[in-house]
DNA sequence: CGTTTTTCCGTAAACGTTTACGAGAACACA
DNA sequence: TGTGTTCTCGTAAACGTTTACGGAAAAACG
């Protein structure tokens, strides 16, 4: 069925290095030489064959994707990936790649899954998603000398990666900007326990908005908690008891939000009315969730394809000129309005 | 880095044939060689080429998941597919495939993309998600003779392929019996309109459920929408405005329950209190709306793992005894008791 | 017209496997 | 001892590419 490179080369009564050449667009093949190639190659549907290019160029011309989810994220994974995985693929296939998914126990961090793909060569790059502020996968890559790019910015590694992440830092100052002119000084903010880089990074546009705005840090309205909906009805309640009491709170995840804002239901708090509530990521859950959560909304798609980009501009067989390898980008996130503050 | 099969052979001085029948566990070998052969590849961390061994025979050793994004969801996807993901993932990785995941475009429904992978023979089989009644790329698959199965029935393609589905009529049946065991008599439908099987295979359940229950099938009550939360919110007040109005709604999909019960709301007619609302399969979703919906759940995970099985079953090359090939199971969805019914 | 350069193409090796074939050694049997 | 059988292994070809090398023909140059 698949027509190869000798199926050409005999049809056309031309040898197969003279095929390879003018399909690769080598300069030392003759110009009409050439188009009765690409004619042929249409004519008889090749498409070259990726194991037999795969193993001369020593290159799998695959990018593996990898989800590791985090601890306690056990039935449905978060939506969030679904888009960006679209937006990557579209970009890789642009490039003749193709994307592979190696997904991760929930929970245990080893990184075996991905020592079997380095260490198997099945992937040219990795794309690593939740990152860590301090990460093994990272230390690992680096060391192996693996090429990656991560969903996230991390400490591990230095600045020798492309990474692209969403400004937690500006959406936690942009929240409480928006509170505080609303006339809200008293500001909560309930974020993940895990050493998950995006906490920190909210923690500090959280702190920096209140001290720009001469407002005290009070520890006692920061708490962490397990990062899903059980995590945030269970560290909720903490910083309402505080002797005075918050009139807004900023969830750093949606599922935390989620159970926050349960927690508060059932203390009597209704959020929208007798309290604002800003959730850092957007996703549909905040949007039918009632009130509907006001949220910070990034551009999924776009990212996943921006990320391909990166990784490719960091590969030698895809880069182009030198000056145009990326290696870290930040993408603002988009304030929806909407009820609940 | 990596070690070849050549490094074994010169390191154990023998031949790369009895290197490569030892590995490959064939019986013209003396035990004690094959002995040597495995601790010597275990010494020196080897692990196949995948190009080489592809290239030689003739198979790819990965397996593509197609996910063709129904129209109208653009933002985030739907939850449902990590998980799935996950379990098909890791059974696959115990017979040592790779996933290879394709995203097709929402909306547009042109096997473009699964073209590719079937003429470039990018994979060896293709697993298919959100199958039609009558759906064009199975119909495809079938007439190329390419291998795949599929997540959900269709019309299409006879009984020649593995399906795994869950079984929305036994749900759609299951809802009603619970509604009129509380007493409600009339019970809205709404289900997407697009040719989606599994809003043929709940309708029918609703309608046979009523039928035994001697409750006549009013067509006032059953409303078709797009399947999202626009359809649901446009679609919902029709039914609503029936003469003798609904005092239940099974919603077909969570996406179009959120949106159905927002209209709900802003009629003044409150999910819960005033109308009972039962969602066919849930999500995240549903556990968090306000109220909580009653919803029927499926499990993702283990269904990944099956589906996996049986297309490795139908695959000569992993075939068991001819007697283990399945091709079609239906699973149970389990009904999750909560506050909106 | 002779020499050098350029253009174009064929040859063959290499990537890492698997496997058909055959051959030597050991063994069994008469 | 001669013959046939069984074990075990080496040899070499093949899968479909890419590419270094060299050579023939054409072009350029003096």
Redesign the pocket.
Known sequence: M?S???DLARHL?????????A??GR????????QRVLEAARKLN????Q???S????ATHSIAFMLQPHPGDQQYGEPFFIPFLTGLQARLAESELDLMVVMGEPGQYQPERLRRVVETRRADAVVLANTRREDDRIDYLSKAGFPFATLGRSQSGGDTYPSLDIDFERAGEEAVDRLVARGHRRIAAIRPSLDLNFGYLFLDGYRKALQRHGIEVDPGLIADGFINETGGYQVTPRVMLSKDRPTAVIFNNDAMALGGCKALGEMGIRPGHDIAVIVIVDTPLCRYFSPALTAFRPSLEPMGRRLAEMLLASLPAFAGPEGTRIIREVWPLELVARESD
Chains 1, 2 share one sequence.
């Open positions: 698949a190869s490179i000798h009564n031309i040898s197969i290095g003279t095929v390879s050449r399909l690769n300069a030392d093949v003759n110009a009409e030489t050439r090749y498409s070259p064959n194991s037999g290019r193993l001369r160029k020593g």
